[in-house]
């Protein structure tokens, strides 16, 4: 066994199948193997992402105190409009091209760089677009200058996010988190750069140009150990990819019309001023909420693996343990967020932003429904069942903005955030539905039920204890509940222990 077992083959678990002789034997390391992959891919996903986030949210710090809430609503808003034709532009590619590559025989370099190709071809067609569809919006020049200037900022940002399914793919995710990291510092620099010379909202949107082609250019150059990266145009291909992708394109659009749709419709009912306070509440959501979406990301070429093969108990147990690492991620973001709202949103954009921490509050339970959608969402599309979901995600998004057309002129960023859980929480409910319907999966609560405990003790220390300062607060906060939820077997420190010395074994 030691001549098949390499450091190198660690790039694609399928090997190990293959050329295992003993099926039971094969099994046991495919399965062996994918858990190690999955711990090793999410902790550098994770490191990275720290590192994306502390960097992002200085640059929030800097947007938010060198415009002002009204100029940062501008912004905001123009970058809302902008990542609707985002998801139109992606069209279901990321998603279709990791599934795609992950399957037995799959020519990657091949696939790649026909998705790669069709992907720059359509943004540059439709952001072209972008421009011009806002002039008819009610919004001020400024708003519609950043639109045109975001447009190419955009198009180079969905060449960079397509080739992260390459680094998911051969399981080199440090790759990907280190062309993010150099992404946001160059966003950070010219940020910073700009609001030294007290430019404005156009100018902090031109930013994201220069930080995406860094991005782009770094995922191309990081990718060359696996594949090189071509812009290629097989029409026959494109062809197959688009019959593949359109599902997933239907449901991420209707997704993000209702995760983002509130947003517009601040803009177009209400001040910027009220935008720019939400605006910034959402920013700090998207960054919690990326961790789901990262992990899923590396699972579901092992998932897609697992149910195509016909090992229907592992791809139970992926499932299992992940909503088990869901809930013990999720629950404690949201019952210590009740304590720390106020203060950390203070601390985030600066004086003016005061409300956004009442509305962090509320918008936080939002989490629960996102960690789900995005378990269940991806395990719809390993199971390719996009087509039957698409009704989900349509008869979601059209009950969620008649929600946002009727609240949102009355209640402003309050209905918004109200109708945000509506949305999260129906898309989390259907999307499981859909996916007990074929797998049965069976769901356990019971670490559940220890973390909801564990949060509650942290909760009351959060509570009752006089604050040094809000990070170090959450940093005691977080050391109590990991503490607690080792002492009541939440998670246990034999199944650390395993996973450290698997992974020491198989280097």
């Not at 998801?87 to 091949?110: N, P």
């Not at 990907?176 to 946001?184: F, H, P, Q, S, V």
């Not at 209905?415 to 509506?422: E, K, S």
């Not at 959060?462 to 906060?477: G, Q």
Request: some cysteine; hydrophobic content about 60%; proline content about 3%.
């Amino acid at each position: 066994m030691k001549h098949c077992i390499k450091k190198s083959d660690l790039r694609q678990f399928t090997f190990f199948r293959d050329k295992l002789k003993r099926p039971c034997f094969g099994f046991w390391v495919l399965g062996f193997m994918s858990k190690t992959i999955i711990a090793r891919n999410f902790s550098i996903q994770v490191a990275s992402r720290i590192m994306a986030v502390l960097v992002g949210l200085f640059s929030i710090a800097i947007l938010t105190r060198t415009l002002g809430t009204n100029a940062f609503g501008e912004y905001t808003t123009a970058i809302t409009f902008l990542q609707l034709f985002g998801v139109i532009v992606d069209f279901g590619l990321t998603l279709t091209l990791v599934v795609m590559i992950s399957e037995e025989g799959a020519d990657a370099e091949r696939i790649v760089g026909n998705i790669f190709g069709l992907r720059m071809i359509s943004g540059a067609i439709l952001f072209s677009i972008a421009p011009i569809a806002v002039l008819s919006l009610p919004w001020s020049d400024v708003v519609k200058e950043a639109v045109l200037v975001g447009s190419v900022a955009y198009v180079l940002m969905g060449g960079a996010t397509l080739l992260v399914g390459v680094f998911q793919r051969y399981h080199a995710m440090w790759r990907a988190g280190l062309a993010e990291i150099l992404n946001r510092l160059a966003l950070l620099i010219f940020i910073a750069l700009f609001a030294w010379f007290k430019l404005g909202v156009v100018w902090m949107v031109a930013a994201s140009v220069i930080a995406n082609a860094v991005w782009l250019f770094s995922m191309i150059r990081l990718a060359r150990p696996f594949l090189h990266i071509q812009f290629l145009h097989d029409l026959k291909m494109w062809r197959n990819v688009w019959g593949r992708s359109w599902p997933i394109a239907v449901s991420v659009f209707f997704n993000l019309l209702y995760l983002k749709g509130d947003i517009l419709f601040l803009a177009y009912f209400r001040n910027q001023t009220e935008v720019g306070i939400y605006g910034v509440t959402y920013r700090v959501l998207d960054m919690l909420t990326a961790l789901p979406v990262m992990f899923m990301g590396i699972l579901l070429p092992i998932v897609v693996n697992t149910w195509s093969s016909g090992n229907r108990d592992e791809f139970r147990a992926h499932v299992a343990r992940t909503f088990d690492l869901f809930m013990i991620a999720a629950i404690p973001i949201i019952i210590g967020t009740q304590q720390v709202a106020k203060p950390l949103m203070r601390l985030i954009a600066g004086p003016g932003y005061d409300a956004a921490g009442e509305i962090l509050k509320l918008l936080i339970f939002a989490v629960f429904g996102v960690f789900l959608g995005a378990l269940f969402g991806h395990l719809v599309v390993a199971l390719n069942k996009q087509k039957p979901m698409t009704w989900g995600y349509v008869s979601v998004a059209v009950a969620t903005v008649v929600g946002y057309y009727i609240f949102i002129p009355k209640f402003g960023m309050w209905g918004a955030a109200w109708m945000t859980l509506f949305s999260e929480w129906m898309i989390a409910l259907i999307t499981f539905l859909v996916v007990y319907k074929i797998t049965k999966v069976q769901l356990r609560f019971v670490i559940a039920g220890k973390a909801i405990f564990a949060s509650a003790v942290m909760y009351l220390f959060l509570r009752f204890v006089p604050s040094l300062s809000v990070l170090v607060d959450i940093l005691f906060a977080a050391i109590l509940y990991l503490a607690i939820m080792l002492v009541i077997k939440g998670i246990k420190m034999e199944d650390i222990r395993a996973l450290k010395n698997a992974q020491q074994s198989i280097e």
